[in-house]
């Protein structure tokens, strides 16, 4: 069974950072693009970055480039988004999801920028 | 970056209803759009990929149809377990970009 388990979410001050984990299990996490997708409170879903199976390729959407980093870790089957220069538009549940298209997503962690 | 325009935004609809939910890209995509369901409270589930093949487990009520710049997400009777949100999504080119959601409630 796939599963797809986030972590590190919480409370963070304007400006400040985070980092979110996701560990992945029930596929061969090396052979999948996964995804960073993102919902502000009341919104819709906002996709925020890719990174390609072998860590060689990212994408992200224009609004976190230069403030975030995806990374993963093939090893221990871990997905990453570091998280820097937080503002409160960026307060959302954060999602990983497998594959493009996104196959199997995570049930999200909660981000809040706040003072 | 590709616009994502879905419509209705809402709709209300009973039990056995046959519901269309349309999509469209401000450029052609392609085939490359996936539709997804989601509950409150829930993450976001897979339904269809490609414009038209069904994700593993969904079932057959569900279909979807479209290429180019026109989509539409059809459940041919709709059942208690269908309302929900229904978002639209292409993966054609970068940024990958969602529409704006379709919420099916009961009428």
């Known amino acids: 069974e796939v599963q797809l388990v986030e972590s590190g979410g919480g409370l963070v001050q304007p400006g400040g950072s985070l980092r979110l984990s996701c560990a992945a299990s029930g596929f061969t996490f090396s052979s999948h693009w996964m995804s960073w997708v993102r919902q502000a409170p009341g919104k819709g879903l906002e996709w925020v970055a890719n990174i390609k199976q072998d860590g060689s390729e990212k994408n992200y959407v224009g609004s976190v480039k230069g403030r975030f980093t995806i990374s993963r870790d093939n090893a221990q089957t871990s997905l990453y988004l570091q998280m820097n220069s937080l503002t409160a538009e960026d307060t959302a549940v954060y999602y990983c999801?497998?594959?493009?298209?996104?196959?199997?997503w995570g049930q999200g962690a909660l981000v809040t920028v706040s003072s | 970056d590709i616009q994502m325009t879905q419509s209705p935004s809402s709709l209300s609809a009973s039990v056995g209803d046959r519901v269309t939910i349309t999509c469209r890209a401000s450029q052609g995509i392609g085939n490359y759009l996936a539709w997804f369901q989601q509950k409150p409270g829930k993450a976001p589930k897979s339904l269809i990929y490609?414009?038209?093949s069904l994700h593993s487990g969904v079932p057959s009520r569900f279909s979807g149809s479209g290429s180019g710049t026109d989509f539409t997400l059809t459940i041919s009777s709709l059942q208690p377990e269908d309302f929900a949100t229904y978002y639209c999504q292409q993966c054609n080119s970068y940024p990958l970009t969602f529409g704006g959601g379709t919420k099916v409630e009961i009428k």
């Open positions: 999801a497998r594959g493009v298209p996104l196959g199997y």
């Open positions: 490609a414009a038209s």
